[in-house]
């Protein structure tokens, strides 16, 4: 993939017909190491081919393919509910908050009142 990419942007950047030397140039400019046999077959096999031909084939190919569909429902009632959903929490909070003080038991579990000092 990685070689079909470096050619794709020597072709993309003018030059028409990218030799293996030079996408090897470009990806070790990358910090990237060829695989030699690869793109030397990947060069034989579009030697003499016109790029936008074979892309134009290629995207009729992919469109048969179809778009595996389905997804992207789901999100739109969010709205009122998420508000009730809101409102909820608030009073949870509020009525954990009020039980805190009154339940006759301070904050380290003794009993209110039952003398601990000052600290």
Not at 27 to 43: C, K, M, N, P, T
Not at 85 to 90: N, V
Request: charged fraction near 30%; aromatic fraction near 4%; glycine fraction near 22%.
């Amino acid at each position: 993939m990685k070689h079909v990419a470096s050619y794709l942007l020597l072709v993309l950047g003018g030059n028409a017909s990218p030799s293996a030397d030079d996408v090897t140039k470009a990806l070790s400019s990358v910090g990237v190491e060829a695989d030699s046999e690869a793109l030397d077959r990947l060069i034989s096999e579009l030697e003499g081919k016109d790029l936008d031909e074979l892309l134009a084939s290629g995207s009729e190919l992919l469109a048969k393919f179809g778009g595996g569909g389905g997804g992207g429902g789901g999100g739109g009632a969010g709205g009122a509910a998420a508000a009730e959903e809101e409102k909820e929490e608030e009073k949870k909070e509020e009525e954990e908050e009020m039980d805190l003080g009154g339940g006759g038991m301070s904050m380290f579990g003794e009993e209110e009142g039952a003398g601990g000092g000052d600290y």
